[in-house]
């Protein structure tokens, strides 16, 4: 077993960041730490909240934490997305300045993450990070998305639960609606509800969701006043209703099964891609390919064809 791996396990939260960072930038000793991980994973319950900027997830996370520490007493887990500069490739990986209060909390490990070009609001290496602190032994783990509408779909094939922030003003919450984010909520919370508008986002979510018809499971629609920790109990009251729901209606384990086949194909599909590239840097006839395909000498999709033949040799 990998030492980083029994330092995670015996609960060192300096080798879980360490991990991760490895993880990240994808060092040699990554696939041994996953591997060695992975017996001691799938205990966790992944809560993803996503939404328009603005909405509040990450306040709303702060005083989840609080919570779920102060009432529960659970271990608890944060991946916070952040977008990277297509320019710069640095982040601003500010969620750990808005958690500041919880950063001595040994129970409690908040981690921000660049999404590194990686489309969906989350990053690539978001689901192995969260291999990393479930393994640490968080009962509970919150994922903040970046917040960039239509691309945050990824969220629901990762979280067991996925909650759509929205808040009163300047129609925001019919922006998000026209993103589809409908279709993916399991949840829905109304922030900031001590604004205006607060009734009217109300009863247009209801009246969407209605619009959907009979459903076995009927997102709720809750309200907080994160800024004045109010609504969190309530919050997360809906949220243990929807486990409760997955486990007795068969829908959990179908949700992990597919998870765990969806993995399994992105890893197939990462490691053929690495290695498609590392053969195309050995080929000198490759610039010559991509020259004819320039030239309409030959199409695209032939050229992949002969890379995948080498490939699969």
């Known amino acids: ?6 330092r995670i396990l015996s609960g060192d939260k300096r080798a879980a960041a360490r991990a991760i960072t490895h993880i990240e930038n994808d060092a040699p000793q990554k696939h041994e730490i996953l591997r ?19 909405a509040g997830k990450s306040s709303l996370t702060d005083r989840i934490i609080t919570y779920l520490r102060k009432e529960k007493e659970m271990k608890v887990g944060v991946i916070a997305v952040d977008p990277t500069s297509p320019f710069t490739g640095g982040a601003i990986l500010g969620d750990r300045v808005r958690m500041g209060t919880h950063a001595l909390d040994p129970d409690v490990f908040i981690r921000s993450m ?11 290496t978001t689901q192995e990070a969260l291999r990393v602190l479930d393994a640490w032994g968080c009962e509970v783990i919150l994922i903040e998305t970046v917040g960039v509408g239509q691309s945050e779909l990824d969220i629901m094939n990762v979280a067991d639960s996925t909650v759509v ?12 609606m026209k993103a589809g984010i409908m279709e993916i909520a399991d949840l829905f919370v109304i922030n900031k509800a001590d ?33 004045d920790n109010k609504g969190i109990p309530e919050f997360w009251e809906k949220v243990q209703e929807h486990e409760a729901y997955l486990r007795s209606s068969g829908v959990w384990e179908q949700r992990r099964h597919k998870r765990r086949q969806d993995e399994v194909l992105a890893i197939i599909e990462g490691q053929m891609t690495r290695r498609v590239k590392e053969l195309m840097h050995g080929d000198a006839s490759w610039s010559n390919k991509i020259a004819q395909v320039e030239q309409g000498a030959v199409d695209p999709y032939s050229v992949a064809d002969e890379m995948i033949g080498k490939l699969l040799k």
């Open 195 to 227: 604004l205006p508008g607060t009734d009217k986002t109300d009863r247009e979510v209801s009246n969407m969701l209605d619009l959907m018809g009979h459903v076995p499971w009927r997102p709720p629609v809750t309200r907080t006043i994160s800024r």
């Open 1 to 6: 077993m990998h030492e980083l791996v029994r």
């Open 114 to 124: 660049g999404t590194r070009g990686s489309l969906g609001g989350l990053a690539r």
């Open 36 to 54: 060695d991980l992975h017996p001691h994973t799938g205990n966790a319950y992944l809560v993803g909240l996503t939404g328009s900027p603005g």
């Open 165 to 176: 922030v929205l808040n009163p003003s300047a129609g925001d919450h019919i922006q998000t």
